[in-house]
């Protein structure tokens, strides 16, 4: 099956496999890079790594608009559903698998750890922040979401990753630096940045990363620009 990962800036990504489309940690709104706005997207699955505003600021209108299902940690989940009137809410926790509820095709998440803080926007505990391995058919795609480098990435990497989506951007997770470790622990075939170039602070030369990963790992790096899709 031919899946479609497109990047809609920052760290927000939409995945479409056949008629289903799965969105991560959708930020478009008030983002000063999304090529669309959160009414132009629809969604069946909406996944949230962390509570952070640049990751759900979108998510319950989403949801709402679309009847989409939320999967989150368990603190977010429910948050979800308390405070936006979300209907359809799974909550997990790390280590734990969620076959997700679309018709047709075989679909699952685990929820990784990842080494990052995670309060909601209002103020409210969100547990901890998460990663996520969805695999779609024999496809996987880790989705290490924001978090530093941590050494456990190698035995995520033993489940045999296909595309590892890493952030780059510094400061508020790894930089270019450690993304290279990760990769190479991680050891996928193509390996997708994420969180950069949003605001100055953390603006990254994806050049520089790409030969990076060319010269220094086994991987194949891929480069988007926000709203450009590659095909897994
Ligand atoms: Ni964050
Ligand atoms: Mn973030």
Redesign the pocket.
């Known amino acids: 099956m031919e899946i479609q990962l497109t990047w809609l800036g920052?760290?927000t990504w939409k995945i479409q496999a056949g008629d289903h489309t799965i969105l991560l940690?959708p930020f478009l709104n008030d983002s000063p890079v999304a090529p669309v706005n959160a009414d132009e997207v629809k969604a069946d699955v909406i996944l949230v790594s962390?509570g952070?505003f640049?990751?759900v600021a979108d998510v319950a209108s989403i949801a709402n608009r679309c009847n989409a299902h939320v999967v989150a940690v368990y603190e977010i989940a429910q948050w979800f559903q308390a405070n936006h009137d979300v209907k359809l809410a799974t909550g997990m926790n790390l280590g734990g698998t969620f076959k997700l509820p679309l018709e047709g095709i075989s679909a699952s998440v685990k929820m990784t750890p990842a080494v990052?803080s995670s309060q909601l926007p209002d103020g409210s505990p969100g547990g901890v922040a998460a990663g996520f391995i969805l695999t779609i058919e024999s496809k996987k795609i880790y989705f290490a979401?924001?978090t530093a480098l941590f050494s456990d990435m190698q035995l995520i990497g033993r489940s045999g990753i296909d595309v590892a989506v890493l952030?780059i951007g510094d400061l508020?997770?790894m930089g270019i630096e450690d993304s290279i470790l990760a990769t190479g622990f991680i050891d996928p075939k193509q390996v997708l940045p994420t969180?950069y170039n949003t605001w100055p602070p953390i603006e990254a030369d994806t050049t520089l990363w790409a030969e990076k990963i060319k010269t220094e790992t086994g991987a194949h790096p891929v480069v988007l620009e926000p709203g450009e899709t590659h095909i897994v």
Do not use: L, V
């Open positions: 920052h760290a940690d962390h952070h640049d990751h990052h979401c924001d952030p508020f997770t969180h």
